[in-house]
T-cell receptor, first 113, second 112 residues
């Protein structure tokens, strides 16, 4: 158990809908990262927050957004869902920005029908 | 864009054999991590290497970071069925930010 929690575990929805994925980092970790894992693209970095502020953006679509709250939990919002958004979404956390050691949650499997 | 290529992509071996997985890039990384992932679960951190030429051992696993901090290798001695899984290398970009670029992955299967 990495100490990072994610909910829900599974999510099935229809095209055009909007969903919210939630992540709670390890106790004491200030930085939260979101990744998408699909069969054809592998594990791709989406976005990073550090202590409530956005720090880095990766291959995140404009339909997707995220935020980190004062209690350090984070949410990833996915809107106008398309079939191609079906994937595993992982949250990871780290203490700070220095060492690169990130600890991953169990993931949310999103299926868009 | 920093890319990490792993080889081989798939590896199926018998219990007791040795193997090496390679992770190569043309970019320099401030650090490199190795993860193992089981189906439907999140990647689990195995090791972090930071210094060029660094070698770290974790029981039967030996990790090496290239002198130029562009490549890495993972060597497993006397593989066991419990080593089965997807092995991923991930490089942290230089200049801060801690964003990880993941490798293409090596799917290892160890059979009895």
């Amino acid at each position: 158990d990495s100490g990072v929690t994610q909910t829900p575990k599974h999510l099935i929805t229809a095209t055009g809908q909007r969903v919210t994925l939630r992540c709670s980092p390890r106790s004491g970790d200030l930085s939260v990262y979101w990744y998408q894992q699909s069969l054809d693209q592998g594990l791709q970095f989406l976005i990073q927050y550090y202590n409530g502020e956005e720090r880095a953006k990766g291959n995140i679509l404009e339909r997707f957004s995220a935020q980190q709250f004062p209690d350090l939990h984070s949410e990833l919002n996915l809107s106008s869902l398309e079939l191609g958004d079906s994937a595993l979404y992982f949250c990871a956390s780290s203490v700070d920005l220095g060492t690169g050691e990130q600890f991953f949650g169990p993931g949310t499997r999103l299926t868009v029908l | 864009t920093q890319l990490l290529e792993q080889s081989p992509q798939f590896l199926s071996i018998q219990e007791g054999e040795n193997l090496t997985v390679y992770c190569n890039s043309s970019s320099v990384f401030s650090s490199l991590q190795w993860y193992r992932q089981e189906p439907g679960e999140g990647p689990v951190l195995l090791v972090t290497v930071v210094t060029g030429g660094e070698v770290k051992k974790l029981k039967r696993l030996t990790f090496q970071f290239g002198d130029a901090r562009k490549d890495s290798s993972l060597h497993i001695t006397a593989a066991q069925p419990g080593d089965t899984g997807l092995y991923l290398c991930a490089g942290a970009e230089t200049g801060g930010g801690n964003k990880l670029t993941f490798g293409t992955g090596t799917q290892l299967k160890v059979e009895l």
